[in-house]
């Protein structure tokens, strides 16, 4: 990573997030295709009224080796990067798609056919953080509740806005004002109109019983789902998680 003005600009991730892009806008399942496969992802989009790009991973390894080890290996660190190659490319194809609803809106990516599925039992922590699929039986779904992703606060002392304030996992405020006036950690007053809300689920997933091992209890695992996934799973499927 290298600083520039006080910011650190993450070179490796910067030119992800641009082979990704040049992937939307050249992949062709069809060489003789005249049109980019992804385009019609966009009019998907579109007509489903919604926000998440979903990406076959066996393109990516066809385009890129290169671009899918970075994905695999380093998911985490990346996805940020590689939301905004999608909203690059969904702007630069179908500008009124963001433009007439919200100028701040999020374009999501979800991929499908990883390579990679791992049962509950295989987890460990040489998984945190990269692009793994995990296989099991859906045995409870929680409510959909909303979910604030990023922030905009006001300061009750002197007025002053702090725009996308990432939450941590938990209701996360400024830690103190930007305004070298005040000296503000505790009066905030969350922008709502401003900040930007996920619907948010928790599902329990199982292992099924031909993976349990014999004389042992079945493990399971909490998933949390987002977006357009919510809703998708009910008690009793056996699904595959990204």
Partial sequence: ???????????????????????????????????????SEIAAMEANESTTMFIDFSHVMRFNDILQRAISDEYLRFEPYLKNACKRFVMEQK????????????INVSFFNIPLV????????????????????????????????QGTFKCLDCGNVIKNVEQQFKYTEPTICV???????RNWALLRQESKFADWQRVRMQETSKEIPAGSLPRS????????????ARAGDTVIFP
């Fill in 1 to 39: 990573m290298d600083n520039y003005g006080g910011f650190f600009i993450d070179e490796k991730a910067v030119t992800v997030e641009n082979i990704f892009f040049e992937f939307l806008k050249s992949f062709r399942l069809d060489p003789n295709s005249r049109d980019p496969y992804y385009e």
């Fill in 95 to 106: 500008p009124k798609f963001i433009a007439d609803d919200n100028p701040n809106k999020d």
């Fill in 179 to 185: 305004n070298a006036a005040c000296s503000n950690r």
């Fill in 118 to 149: 791992k049962r509950l039992r295989e987890l460990t922590t040489s998984e945190v953080g990269r692009l793994v699929s995990v296989t099991g039986v859906v045995t409870r779904t929680s409510e959909v509740r909303p979910e604030l992703l």
């Fill in 221 to 232: 695992l909490d998933v949390i789902l987002r977006h357009e996934i919510v809703e998708q």
